[in-house]
């Protein structure tokens, strides 16, 4: 046996797996209700401050990469006024040098007025051949890009002009060779010098000119084109006057713009002049040669659009802003662009998220205080409910809550004061109660002393009578005068001892034989006794039992003493004809078996109905009954763990329901 025996263990990869979340959620149920509480409100505040925080830090931020945007965006435009500036500069030179001067004398004239600060760097003279050009070179210095070409020719000076003395810093030259007039007939510098004459008032433009129409004007070779500043006003006599002047390496345009837009202190500002996409002019330390993001190129040579937003220029991220520059033609020749270093405004950020966060955080810590004093304060009245409970538990009844006003567990307090005073009085009811029934009791205990002293002195006489007279009986012939009263003597004797039997029954405690019974079998069992008593057709017994068995632990020949005198009460509470119905079926929780005996009889009144269990009360004559039955039937259920329950209304039948502890298990035969 012991080998065909199985483990019942459960394996543990069956049982079901604890995750985390199950971990928390059991840690939080053995909370108590003040630490829920505040956990909860930690939970809305952390949750709200850290809403706050990426909300506030969110729209910060862009607030501030919108008003660095817009900066730079009016920056940019004070950029590009400044360079149209020069453009108008150039102009109005040029405008001021046509109307007051010739060929013979230009060059005197502009080293008197711009000695200092020359705003360009050569003039060419048109009057239809070409035939003057005017370099602008400092002697002693190597800055100026401007370098005298080997196919110019040597200097021719003015009849007018005096000799140039040591600080002369200008060159006048004339164009000889036809190759270098057919080199710059088909440029933008006869173009700009013809609209001049044409509309007969000055033009300034931007220009892309070849390497080699550069290198014809003077500059050093450098085998790619170059961008140029020009400006043109037709001269008295004929002719236009052209000024012009290379921003390719010419970085002085891009520091002016860098000075007059970057705040002070701000020294990481960067100004940029671009041809195409290439960087010609720049503050941007050894950036000249390099190329433009290719997005922003697309957007601003390509679109024609002007770019704001962020790029990455030499290794660094800045806030930027570029414009397109067009030549005379509205042709996108170039970019204009201005930023200004991330960094610096990243700083504010982090300056100001963190006082913004600090804020946040102090007021979490003030919410933290105020929601545990909050919890505390606003569960002072549960802790005193739960406090009163406590002692009523213990026994105290006098307990009383404060009823504080404007709470909203007043009514609790009210409803609370208000079950305690019922307790207190139901207590003070049930002691009486109690004092009744235990008195009631020592009298029942005393008589059933007594009735058991007594049963047994007059049990013994009775046996001798009922032998002797069932004797006298057995020897008397029907027909003997003695025969009848001989049959009395017989059943009244028999009867004293049944009453005899009944208090030894009650006086005495027997305790029960238990194992597996089927009640359905215990029903059939007192049924087959019962019908004995009860023969004919006026009582009509109705009989529903389960198919399965329903085992209880109990004494077999008690529960039929039990059922035995229920089914026989019902038949005498029957007056003619009627139903007795006997049920037995499992109840809704599946824990107890209910046993129904109802019955159609004429039922039993209130006052009755509460003292049926009394031993000695009957209300069926003393000629009928001991009032013993339902006291002992009592006593067996209950030492079999079970009660008994009746309901009765007067004239309409009474109905006892018995329930015993139902048990799994096989019957034991």
Not at 45 to 68: P, W
Not at 159 to 165: I, K, L, N
Not at 544 to 555: F, H, M, R, S, T
Request: glycine share 8%; hydrophobic share 40%; aromatic share 6%.
């Amino acid at each position: 046996m012991a080998d065909e025996e199985k483990d019942l263990t459960i394996p543990e990869e069956a049982l079901p797996k604890r995750t985390y979340w199950y971990g928390i959620l059991e840690w939080l149920q053995k909370l108590s209700m003040r630490n829920r509480l505040f956990l909860a409100f930690v939970v809305l505040i952390v949750s709200s401050a850290s809403a706050t925080i990426f909300i506030g830090n969110a729209v910060f931020n862009r607030k501030v990469e919108d008003l660095v945007s817009a900066k730079v965006e009016m920056d940019l435009k004070v950029a590009e006024q400044m360079f149209t500036g020069r453009l108008e500069r150039m102009k109005l030179i040029a405008h001021a040098l046509a109307t007051r001067t010739d060929r013979r004398t230009v060059a005197a004239d502009y080293q008197k007025f711009f000695l200092d600060e020359p705003p360009l760097d050569f003039f060419l003279l048109d009057q239809g051949d070409l035939t003057t050009l005017i370099y602008m070179e400092e002697r002693g210095s190597s800055t100026p890009a401007i370098r005298a070409a080997p196919n110019v020719s040597p200097p021719v000076a003015a009849e007018d002009a005096e000799p140039p003395e040591d600080e002369t810093k200008y060159i006048v030259r004339a164009l000889s060779e036809p190759a270098d007039v057919a080199a710059l007939k088909p440029t933008a510098l006869v173009d700009l010098a013809d609209a001049a004459q044409l509309e007969a008032q000055p033009h300034a433009s931007i220009a892309i000119l070849d390497d080699a129409v550069a290198e014809r004007l003077g500059y050093a070779e450098s085998g790619q084109p170059s961008m140029f500043m020009l400006a043109a006003a037709p001269i008295k006599g004929g002719g236009a006057l052209v000024l012009g002047r290379r921003l390719n390496g010419n970085n002085e345009l891009a520091f002016s713009m860098h000075d007059l837009i970057a705040t002070v202190g701000n020294q990481r500002y960067k100004t940029t002049v671009f041809m195409r996409d290439e960087r010609i002019s720049t503050t941007i330390r050894d950036a000249l040669g390099s190329r433009a993001d290719p997005k922003i190129a697309r957007t601003v040579l390509e679109k024609g659009q002007d770019y704001v937003g962020a790029a990455r220029l030499m290794g660094e991220i800045f806030f930027t802003a570029y414009s397109p520059i067009r030549d005379e033609r509205g042709r996108v020749v170039g970019m204009l662009g201005i930023g200004t270093s991330e960094d610096i405004y990243r700083g504010i950020q982090r300056r100001t998220t963190i006082l913004f966060s600090s804020l946040i955080v102090g007021g979490m810590v003030f919410g933290f205080l105020m929601s545990y004093l909050f919890s505390a304060w606003l569960l002072r009245p549960v802790r005193e409910l739960a406090e009163g409970m406590e002692k009523v538990a213990k026994g105290d009844l006098v307990t009383k809550l404060r009823i504080l006003s404007g709470s909203e567990l007043v009514q609790v307090a009210k409803s609370f004061n208000t079950m305690v005073g019922a307790v207190r009085e139901r207590d003070i009811k049930l002691r009486q109660i109690t004092e009744e029934q235990l008195s009631r009791m020592e009298k029942q205990i005393s008589i059933g002393r007594l009735a058991a002293g007594v049963a047994h002195e007059i049990n013994n006489p009775l046996t001798a009578v009922l032998s002797l007279s069932s004797l006298l009986l057995k020897h008397a012939p029907p027909e003997d005068p003695r025969h009848e009263d001989l049959t009395l003597i017989v059943e009244e004797t028999q009867r004293c001892r049944d009453i005899v039997n009944s208090l030894l029954d009650f006086a005495r405690e027997r305790q029960p034989q238990k194992k597996f019974v089927d009640i359905n079998q215990i029903l059939k069992d007192t049924l087959l006794l019962t019908n004995k008593y009860h023969k004919g057709e006026r009582i009509k017994k109705v009989i529903k039992l389960k198919p399965e068995p329903l085992i209880v632990n109990g004494d077999s020949r008690q529960l039929i003493q039990v059922f035995t005198n229920l089914v026989l009460n019902a038949a005498e509470a029957i007056e003619g004809e009627g139903s007795i119905t006997i049920s037995a079926d499992e109840d809704s929780s599946g824990a107890f078996v209910e046993v129904r005996v109802a019955d159609t009889g004429k039922g039993i009144s209130k006052e009755h109905l509460r003292r049926v269990f009394e031993p000695f009360f009957t209300t069926k004559g003393a000629s009928k009954g001991t009032g013993l039955g339902l006291s002992v039937s009592m006593g067996i259920v209950r030492k079999h763990d079970g009660n008994i329950e009746i309901e009765s209304e007067e004239g309409k039948g009474t109905r006892v329901t018995v329930l015993l502890p139902r048990v799994e298990g096989e019957l034991l035969i």
